[in-house]
């Protein structure tokens, strides 16, 4: 509540001036130790951040009955490869993954349908205890290109990068 002008103001009750501090040396720019601008590390194993992309596990696990395995295939092993390259592809386009980038990365192996032979056993050398090894899942992540997993499902071919796999 505001003080009536006509009331007496002791001196010690005024309000003071204030002068502004000086900046401390700490927060100073200029120093060697502060970046100007976060930069993300690039290069293989550091992944493509995105938002929510866990979420591809369970459109993974939703997936899994439609899968086409063949024998000594892990449904387990299937699930997890390609969460990992659902995730990426949706982080390469800025979004969360859907069932489509699984149904896109499921597409890229042969696992929605009958896959040729040479096609399977490939897949299974890449996928074969890629759900309990992490530089498993970084090199399946890191050797499919950008432009095979970003480009429209049926347009892309697995033959013509197979080399960089290791086929």
Request: charged fraction near 20%; glycine fraction near 8%; include cysteine.
């Amino acid at each position: 509540m505001a003080q009536p002008s006509f009331v007496p103001v002791p001196d010690a009750d005024k309000v003071r001036p204030s002068f502004p501090s000086p900046v401390p040396t700490k927060a100073r720019e200029g120093r060697p130790g502060v970046q100007r601008l976060p930069r993300a590390h690039e290069g293989p194993g550091a992944g493509t951040t995105g938002p929510d992309q866990g979420y591809a596990l369970t459109l993974a696990h939703r997936l899994a009955p439609r899968l086409h395995l063949v024998a000594g295939e892990d449904r387990h092993d299937a699930e997890c490869g390609l969460a990992l390259l659902a995730a990426r592809r949706a982080a390469l386009m800025g979004r969360a993954p859907c069932i489509y980038d699984l149904d896109a990365a499921a597409e890229l192996f042969g696992f929605t349908e009958d896959a040729p032979s040479d096609l399977v056993a490939h897949r299974r050398t890449l996928f074969s205890g890629i759900a309990h090894s992490y530089s498993a899942q970084r090199a399946l992540a890191d050797a499919v290109p950008d432009d095979a997993l970003v480009a429209a499902p049926g347009t892309f071919e697995i033959s013509a990068w197979r080399s960089t796999l290791g086929a």
